[in-house]
Every structure is written in C-alpha cells, then in structure tokens.
C-alpha cells in the first residue's frame, strides 16, 4: 500500500517537473520553475566564475607608480587569456540558462515581465565577453538589455557597461553619450552610482579634462563600494592634484591613503610620493625627510633604494638645495639596477635641472639616457624624446662649430706645432678624463664589477674602453639606439634564434668588427687617434671652404634651434650676431638680420629691432623680408594663397626636418581624416616610412617602403622608395657575402591580404625530430579547448615535404585574430614545454597563399615573406 502510495506521488511530482519544464506557458508553476532554474543554474553559480576571473585579472594588473594609475585594473589582451577559462564557463552556464528558461509566448516573443532573473544572465553574459575583450560581441548583449528590459534595473547596469565597452574602444562620443544619459536617470540604483562616477571620471582622464576627472573621483572614492577601490581613487586623486602641483591637497590624500594600510606597494609609493609634495616651510617637512631616511635603513626596501633617493632629491629641490638634489639623483641612478623607468626618471630630472640652468650640453647627455631606459608608452615619451632630438641636434652643431674652428687654426700652424698641439691636447683630455673618473662612474651606465673587469682585462691600462665611464654610457646610449635593449645572451646579434642548432660551433667573428684585432694599448690608440686628427687638418683651399661652409651651417641652424624649439632668444641673438661679425657675407646673412629684427622686436628692444630693419631696407630692399616689414600683412596673405593642405604638409616636412619623427608618423594618421583622398598622400605617406626608418627596426622600414613601392607605383616616390630598398638589400648582400634577396620572386609568389582568412602553421622535423606529431596535436587541442573553447578552431597535419612535417590550426578571420593567438601560443609551455624553439617554426599564412606555399615548397622563402609583412 504504502510502496504504490510512493509511486503515485513520485509520478505527479514527475509530471509536475514536466509541465513546468515548457517556457512557452507563462502560468505560476512555470515561472517558479524557470526563475529558480536561471537564479541558481546560471546567475549565481556563472556569477562566481565571473567573479574569481575578475579578482584573478585584477591581481594581474602591474601597477606603474611612475604615471597615474589608471582607474580600472582590467588588464591588457594578454593577461586576459588567463582567465579565458572561467568567463568561458560563465557564458556556457547563462547561454544555457537563457536558451532553456526565457518563456516566450505563442508568437515566440520573450516575455521579460514573467521573468525574474534572465536579464541578470544576460549581464553576466556580456560582462564575461567584456573581460575576455570581446567588446564588439558584449556591446550587442548589453544593448539588447537595453532594449528588452526597460523595466528592469539591469538597464542601467547595462549602459554603464556599454559605456565602459566604448572607452576601451576609445570611442569617446559613443560613452559620453551613455553617461549623459545616465547621469540624467534618477531612479538608476544607488548600489551604480559609485561604479557610475568611476567610469565617468576614466571617460574625463581619458579625454584630458582632469578637473572633471578630480569631480568624479572625488564621488567615486566616497561612493565605491569596495574599499579596495575607495583608497585606489583615492591614490588617483592625490596623483591629479600633485600633477597640478596642489601638494597641499595632495599631501592630504596619500596621508589618508596611508592611514588606510592598502598594499605594501601603494603604501611605499603613497609615502614616496608625499614626500615630494611636502612643504618645506611646514612644520611636517623634517618628520616626512627622516620618515625617508628611516625607509632607507630597512633591508626589505633595498629594491626601491633608487625611488627613496629620488624622492629626497625632490625635498633637496623644495628647499632649494640644487647641490644635494643632484646628488640624492646620481645616488637614485646608481642604485636602480632593475626600475628602467626610475632610472630613467632621475636621468630626466637632473636633464630638466641642467636644463634649467640653462647647460644644454649636460642636459642633452641627460635627456640622452633618459630616452635609453625610458619605456615608450611613458605619457610624456614623445616630448621627452622630441627635446632630446633638439638638444642633441644643438650640441651637434655647437661642437662642428668648435671642431671646425680648432682644425683651421691648427692649419695655419707648421707641420711640428700640429703634431705638438694634437699630442698635448690628447694628453690634456686623458688627465680631464682621469680628475672626472670617479664623478662620471657615478652615473655610468653599465655597473661594472670592476674586480672581474681588472682580472680579465690585466695589463690593458687606465684607459681601457671600459674604465672611460663616459665612454660607456655613450656606447650603451648608441648601442640602445641600434639594437634596442637586448637581453644579455647567446646570438644576441640575430632577430630570429631559428637557425641557431643546439651543437653549433661558437662563433668565429664578432658581426660588429669587420677585422679581429687584439686590444690595443694606450699608446697605440693615442697614436691612431692623433694621425686621424692631423687627417682631418683642412689642408687645401677646397677642404677649408668645405670646413667654413660647415661653420656657417652649423651656426645658423644652432640659432634657430635656440630661437624656435628651446625657446632662448638671448643665446640665439648671440649666436646670430657671432655669425654676421665673422662671415659677413655669408649665405644666411640676410635671414640672420630678419631673424634678429624679430628676436629684439619681441624682447621690446626697439633701438635694436630698429637697427637690423633698418639693414634689411636699405641693403636688400627688393627682397621678400623686405616687403614683409614693409607690409606687416605680407606674409597672410602670401599663405592665404596656398590650400590648407599645402601649408599642414609644409608643416609636417618641417618636422621631418627638425627630427621630430614621432609628430610626422601622427600627422600622416591625422592627415587622412582631415584631407581623405588628397593628392598628397604619397608626400605624406614618403615622410612616414622616412620616419620609420629613422625611429623602427630595419625590417619594419623595408615593409614600409615595399608599402609605398607597392600604392604609389605612378608616384616619384616610388622610385625613391625602390632606390632605398635597392641601397639596403645592397648592403646586406656586401655584409654577407651573397647577391640581393629575389625580392621580385617572393612578390610573385604571395600576395599580403590581411582581411582574408588565416591559419596557423607549426613546422617541425618529420621523422627523428624532437617534436611528435601525435603530442603535438592533443596539446593544441587541450590548449584550444582550455582557452579558444568557444571559437571551435581546427586541427590537421600534412607531409610538406619529404623531411618536413605541418600542423595547421585554422581558421581566423583575419590578421588581426591570428595574431592574437600567434602570439599567446609562441613558446607556450602548455603546447611546447621543454622543446628547443629551434626544433620548430610557428607562423601565419592566409587562405590565398597556402596553395602556393604548398605547391613551391620552399619554407624559407615564405617565411621570410611572414617575417616582412605579420608584425
């Protein structure tokens, strides 16, 4: 009785689950059903994926102290791949859960007023795809909340969603638009209103307008919910108010930031950075200075010894001790031995000191190293380095104009005194060099071991390259401007370790020297270095003009620069004057009286002013500078005559002229927007490659000009391209030994498309390799699965050849997404572990050259192409 009892309820509560299992009924039974479904199954339990992935990306997320902190720790695309498994399962989890409990009605319309907790899904849904930086996909979902549930409060969470999507897209009107409306929503839930102003003040620092950022933070910091990021605004804000050199306010906040114990990271910069706020004429400033001096002594701080120093060479500049800032500064130099930025940030504040003096000399060897340790995604970089290009450029021609001088004086003298002045200023300049050694090994670069370097280089002398502290820095500075920052390692020469075996011999020759020389003494480097100075002597008429033409070039472009980019019209004027007073009738004689007039006129020296215009009209008072004082609206209406075009590109080849490269590459960016199609696009895009080849990698210029050869065949620029692909391809055939690489035949045979299909190729030994097929392609699989389990890519393998064995993963709907993945499977020790990358080649190759790769078996010459065109 009691057995056929249990079997009838179990079989109504059967049929019960089974009524309410259907979504397209809307009666009580299946609401409850569906809501608790869609609450647990997928809101809750996708909502803990999606909040360990975020914790774990947060705790990713590198700080850089050395520039405001951004307001949000979402991570870059790599550190995002991390967490790829857990925003995989969240979606899995509310894709089911929206597939199988939305009720609909008859018409197969959603219902979200008999729903409790779909539109929840649907924002952890897009929330997911917004931490994997599927923007694109999770701006769909968050505006199909928008649209679907406009009773529902998920609709503002939604927009400030979509609005957060937007500003990583930098599509800034997009999110001020959604903010807008936001901030005009009264009933949007209190619980928004802190994330609300954090994302709006991201929007303003985004947008430079950091008054207003400061408004939002401030709401921000108060209204957060978290208090992890109540003390992280708060951090921002005393960051803002220092750049503005409020370090009262400033001051204030990183006292309360302090006071909050945040992270050990945070609390040493908040107090580092106080220090340089303080006041020195506050009671508080001696406790902040002996709060520093007291860090310094504990051994768990020894890492930021480089920071504490620079910031009491802060303190030392507050109170106007400029003697002990510079050396709390050469002290920070010396003890950052991994902090490249803080490295690079006491070389620029003691580049700004000289500068400031004004010692342009110093200040340019300063903003030299700045640049070599500095990272280029630095706020300031491009200025840092467009000051770095003037002022080297100034000591360039301020030294031709002492060289040249010191050879023609040299050349007036006989054949003994030469040789006696050359041998007495060489002896001059190792005893300067010797006084300086301890000051410059102060700041040298390389921290050398100098009981290793004595042992090896025994017997070598004082003067040996490497005790030369200025010396080293110089060759660093030059070998960073080459090379770049290159790990120190075997090969280190090459782009590509690919063609290095395991077994092969070490090198012979160093590629550098093109002849092996034993090192040579003092006294025979002296000597060299005496014979080239006597070579360089202006011996004839020829080389003596050539040598005064240099002095006047030199002399009038170091005025300029003086004048127009370092902004010292005193040091100009005397420069300009020196050159008038010396070579009278020299080319730049009639610009040197224009420039001066304009100089004097603007320092309201009128009886100056009045002197060289006076010059200008009564000498050479059919030339265009006169008509320009004659007509102050002259030269208006001479540009009035030319396109706007015209005069921005004018502009931009000023800039190429005065080395600021980075501008130029800008400029050719913006040039498109502002004049798309126009006639000058080939000038434009010519000055961009000239600029890449100044400023990237040989690889990156030879793409460039194969660019320009390739758009502009009807265009002169295109032979001037070809000539200078021509003139490289030269050179490395000479350093090699070899002919030019058949340029014309890898054209031919493949055809760069990057909106086109992609695959994925890893290359490796057929038989007897290191590498097993077999492994190879469970590994991928298990590595798609873990992190692309959503994108469904393939896997296959083919004999390329006889020796030659390919796997091929695929597809990618364009350059873009191959790359993606190219660069996160590289050296992935989930896929490679411990194999040699010798034993393999990974590249990209799209769907229209595969045949031809395929058919030509030729690898080297494809990847050759791969290397070229897939940066």
Known sequence: MRTSTAARLSFFILLFILAACSNTKNTFVNRTFHNLSAHYNGYYNAGLKLEDGEEKLAASHQDKYDRVLSVFKYGDQNKAKAIFPQMDDAIKRTSTVISRHTIINKNGNEVPSAEKWIDDNWLVYGKALFFKHEYFEAIETFKYIESTYKKEPTRFAASLWLAKCFLELTQLREAEDKLDYLRNQKDMPRKLKGEYEAVAADFYLQTKNVQKGIEHLKKASILARKRVDRIRYMFILAQLYQKQNDYQKAFSLYTQVIKKNPPYEMDFNARINRARCYDADSKGGESVKKELLKMKKDPKNKEYFDQIYYALAGIAQKENNEAEAIDYLNQSVKASTSNNNQKALSYLELGKIYFAKPEYKKSQAYYDSTVSYLGNDYPTYSEILNRRNTLTKLVKYLRTIQLEDSLQQLAKLSKEDQEKLISDKIRKEEEEKEKEKEEQQSNQIFQQNTQEANQFNKGAGSNWYFYNAQAVSFGMNEFAKKWGNRKLEDNWRRSSKETVLQNEEPEQKDSLVSNEKEIKSA????????????????????????????????????????????????????????????????????????????????????????????????????????????????????????????????????????????????????????????????????????????????????????????????????????????????????????????????KRLYVYNPDTTQFVIIAFQNIGGPVNSDTLRRKLSNYNGKYYSLKGYGISNLLYDHRTQIVVVKEFANKEEALEYHNGLNDNDEVYGNLDPVAYQQFIISSNNFAAFIGEKKLDVYYDFFRSFYK
């Open 523 to 746: 006294k025979e480097l002296q000597e060299e270095k005496k014979k080239n100075m006597l070579k360089s002597i202006p011996a004839s008429t020829e080389a003596l003009n050539k040598s005064t033409n240099k002095i006047i070039d030199a002399f009038y472009n170091a005025a300029m620069i003086y004048k127009d980019q370092l902004n010292d019209p005193r040091e100009a004027a005397i420069l300009f004057e020196e050159l008038l007073e010396k070579y009278p009738k020299c080319k730049y004689e009639l610009q040197s009286y224009y420039q001066l007039y304009r100089i004097y006129a603007a320092l309201s020296e009128k009886s100056k002013a009045d002197h060289y215009k006076n010059i200008i009209l009564t000498e050479h008072g059919d030339s265009e500078y006169a008509e320009i004082l004659r007509n102050p609206n002259y030269a208006a209406e001479m540009a009035g005559r030319k396109s706007n075009l015209e005069i921005y590109y004018e502009e931009t080849y000023r800039k190429f002229l005065n080395a600021e490269y980075a501008s130029v590459i800008q400029r050719k960016g913006e040039s498109d927007l502002l004049y798309p199609q126009n006639p000058l696009v080939p000038k434009f895009d010519y000055l961009k490659t000239l600029s890449i080849g100044k400023t990237q990698s040989l690889k990156t210029f030879e793409v460039s000009l194969q660019d320009i050869i390739r758009n502009y065949s009807g265009d002169p620029v295109k032979d001037q391209a070809q000539d200078i692909l021509d003139y490289i391809h030269g050179k490395s055939s000479e350093m090699q030994g070899e002919q030019p690489p058949a340029a014309d035949t890898t």
